[in-house]
């Protein structure tokens, strides 16, 4: 079991950053695959970003590639997802989850989500 708080939403304006942080509970942080989906009001769960256990593996949805970046730290037990010009697409619940891993994008478990909210 893995308990997972996220952090750093908010409502921001049309190319804004934010700084989204993932604090996890337990020892195995370092042996999970970690990283982020996000759900829009109405709409199914989208796939952000994944990384895999030694930080040195990155997948991104192509709707977020070269504007969001995944990274973490096993001393920390924290992952994070910078989140550079935003736009009003990116307007959701952002949630931190243990992938299976970066192949098989199931999640094990998530937290209870942050929102993020973009303004045009």
């Known amino acids: 079991q893995v308990q997972l708080v996220e952090s750093g939403g908010g409502f921001v304006q049309t190319g804004d950053s934010l700084r989204l942080s993932c604090a996890a509970s337990?020892?195995?942080?370092?042996?999970?695959?970690m990283g982020w989906f996000r759900q829009a009001p109405g709409e199914g769960r989208d796939f952000v970003a994944a990384i895999s256990v030694n930080g040195e593996i990155l997948r991104y949805a192509d709707s977020v590639k070269g504007r969001f970046t995944i990274s973490r730290d096993n001393a920390k037990n924290t992952v994070y997802l910078q989140m550079n010009i935003l736009k009003p697409e990116d307007t959701a619940d952002y949630y931190c989850?243990?992938?299976?891993?970066?192949?098989?994008?199931?999640?094990?478990?998530w937290g209870q989500g942050t929102q993020v909210t973009v303004s045009s």
């Open positions: 989850a243990v992938f299976k891993d970066l192949a098989d994008l199931r999640t094990d478990y």
């Open positions: 337990g020892r195995a942080f370092s042996s999970y695959t």
